[in-house]
């Protein structure tokens, strides 16, 4: 088993900054993919950003490129997300998940692969 908790959310305006964290325990953590999903209200759940535990592969949704940034620390088991230059609409509840990835290569992007799931953090962009 692998437990996931976020953390980080909160309350920013526009333009500004957050930082997820996603801390793991779990004994096969380490050989787990790992990805960041959103859900705004009313709305189904979105990919936004992955990260493979080997190969260092990334994967972000067009929504998020060259505003958010995901990286792992493996000496904590924690994989954060680097939110920059958030918009209103980056608003919804965030959700870290892993999955065991045997190859080390994947960034995976569909959520429906996961296996494991965090309870998500709040994240609320407004003026």
């Known amino acids: 088993q692998v437990r996931l908790v976020e953390s980080g959310g909160g309350l920013v305006q526009p333009g500004g900054s957050l930082t997820l964290s996603c801390a793991a325990s779990g004994r096969t953590y380490s050989t787990h993919a790992t990805g960041w999903f959103r859900q705004a209200p009313g709305k189904e759940r979105e990919f936004v950003a992955a990260?493979?535990?080997?190969?260092?592969?990334?994967a972000y949704a067009d929504s998020v490129k060259e505003r958010f940034t995901i990286s792992k620390d493996d000496a904590q088991d924690t994989v954060y997300l680097y939110m920059t230059k958030l918009k209103p609409e980056d608003t919804a509840v965030y959700y870290c998940?892993?999955?065991?990835?045997?190859?080390?290569?994947?960034?995976?992007?569909?959520?429906?692969?996961?296996?494991?799931w965090g309870r998500g953090t709040q994240v609320t962009v407004w003026s």
């Open positions: 998940a892993s999955h065991f990835d045997p190859t080390g290569r994947l960034a995976t992007t569909n959520a429906a692969d996961y296996t494991f």
């Open positions: 990260h493979s535990w080997s190969s260092g592969d990334t």
